[in-house]
């Protein structure tokens, strides 16, 4: 069994996710990575990384709310490392942004399946493995657009699909927190960041309210920038510090 840290990051096929993968690679000498994406066959990005840091990454299916599959996957990791630190469930969807009066019912529940009900696939599949670890984290990653103190609840086209799902998810996590007093779990949100959620996003808003928002940020932060800042915060994070909050990427605390 290896010594070394264990890492499960999903969605890392390309933005936020692709940038935590690479920074794990290049702060830790000594951590392995599982990158977890949907057709591990088609994963350019990584396949680079994969060549720059030989026998640390492993590109592994993991499909949100896929219960064998996760199920498989952690067997996996079971017979490779035998545990795991540090899983980010990076994963999620924000396809549209919708008032309330004209969402349909298949988009609200198709962002709850991929937001909520996969974060709690992947925590079940990664349940044990955790367990095993000396220093186990759990960090979903949430957004500032679920918070309930006016942000984006108070724009036109707000994204209810969004907003009220990463919404669950803080409380998924924040109820994991208290189930586990083993483990590290807290909600963690990245900010705008500059990946093809953002950018579609901003395409798709009609009122243009998104667009002025981020005209409001001086530099839009990449997702190499990002994700520089989250693996710092997540790696030094402790369950009396950070463990149960709503935690922003500047480190402060988010209202529910
Ligand atoms: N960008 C922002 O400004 C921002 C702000 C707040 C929060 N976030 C959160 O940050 C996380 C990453 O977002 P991002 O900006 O990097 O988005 P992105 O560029 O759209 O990437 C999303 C990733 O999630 C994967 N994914 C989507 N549906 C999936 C499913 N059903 N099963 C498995 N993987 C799936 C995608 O896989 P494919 O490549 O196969 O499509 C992709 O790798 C999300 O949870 C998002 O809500 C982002």
């Known amino acids: 069994m ?57 590109v592994v299916k993991c499909v949100s709310a896929d219960v064998e599959g996760n199920v498989a996957l952690g067997r996996e990791i079971e017979k490779r490392h035998g545990h795991l630190d540090t899983v980010v469930a990076n994963a999620g969807i924000c396809d549209s942004a919708n008032n309330v009066s004209e969402i349909s019912p298949a988009n609200l529940e198709e962002h709850f399946r991929v937001n909520v009900t996969g974060t709690i696939v992947l925590f079940q599949a990664v349940y044990g493995l955790l367990k095993k670890s000396a220093s186990p984290r759990f960090i979903p990653i949430s957004t500032s657009g679920a918070c309930l103190d006016g942000r984006a609840i108070k724009f036109p086209k707000g994204g209810i699909e969004y907003g009220a799902t990463k919404a669950a998810l803080n409380w998924a996590t924040r109820k994991i927190h208290f189930e586990n007093e083993w ?24 009122t243009g309210l998104l667009k002025k928002m981020l005209e409001t940020i001086p530099t839009l932060p990449t997702a190499e920038t990002a994700s520089a800042l989250l693996i710092k915060l997540i790696d030094g994070s402790t369950r009396e510090k950070e463990g149960g909050q709503f935690v922003h990427v500047d480190g402060t605390r988010l209202p529910w």
């Open 183 to 206: 483990l590290i779990a807290f909600p963690l949100s990245p900010g705008a960041v500059d990946t093809d959620m953002l950018r579609n996003n901003v395409v798709a808003d009609t």
């Open 2 to 58: 290896s010594q070394s840290t264990v890492y499960l990051v999903t969605g890392s096929n390309r933005g936020l996710g692709l940038g935590l993968v690479t920074q794990i690679l290049e702060e830790h000498d000594s951590a392995f990575v599982y990158a977890g994406v949907r057709d591990p066959e088609n994963a350019p990005a990584l396949s680079g990384l994969q060549i720059k840091h030989p026998n640390r990454i492993a």
